[in-house]
Structures are given as structure tokens and as C-alpha cells.
């Protein structure tokens, strides 16, 4: 079974491979660095479109950041 604690997990190794801060991503998604560091927290998910665009900006596969590898 997926966990949220997994996705979390997998998004925060896509972020720290990627090389970006948070408010690098946060501006290339016009959204805030505090909305990232929620994500990261697990204190919210991203819409499926902030999330594909996110995946888009980190150049992560989303089947890895999902646990379907």
C-alpha cells in the first residue's frame, strides 16, 4: 500500500536532485516558497495540475514521486 509519508519522501528526494530551492520552484510555479514547504510537510497536496506542473519544473517522472516505479 502507498503512503502519503512515501510521496512525501520521494517528492523531497526529486526537489533535493533537482538542485532548486523551494522558492525557486515556488516562482516557476507562481505559487509561494510557504505552499511548498506545506507539500513538504504533508499539511497539503498539490491539485493534479500544480502537481504535473511541479513534476514538469523538477524534471521528476511522476510514477517515481507516486510510488508506481
Given at each position: 500500500?502507498?503512503?502519503?509519508?512515501?510521496?512525501?519522501?520521494?517528492?523531497?528526494?526529486?526537489?533535493?536532485?533537482?538542485g532548486m530551492t523551494q522558492t525557486d520552484i515556488a516562482k516557476a510555479l507562481n505559487i509561494t516558497q510557504s505552499?511548498?514547504?506545506?507539500?513538504?510537510?504533508?499539511d497539503i497536496s498539490p491539485?493534479?495540475?500544480?502537481?504535473?506542473?511541479?513534476c514538469k519544473v523538477l524534471d521528476a517522472d511522476a510514477n517515481y514521486i507516486l510510488c508506481l516505479d
Open positions: 500500500m502507498i503512503t502519503l509519508d512515501q510521496i512525501k519522501a520521494n517528492l523531497i528526494e526529486a526537489i533535493r536532485q533537482s505552499t511548498i514547504a506545506h507539500y513538504l510537510k504533508g491539485s493534479l495540475d500544480t502537481f504535473a506542473n511541479l
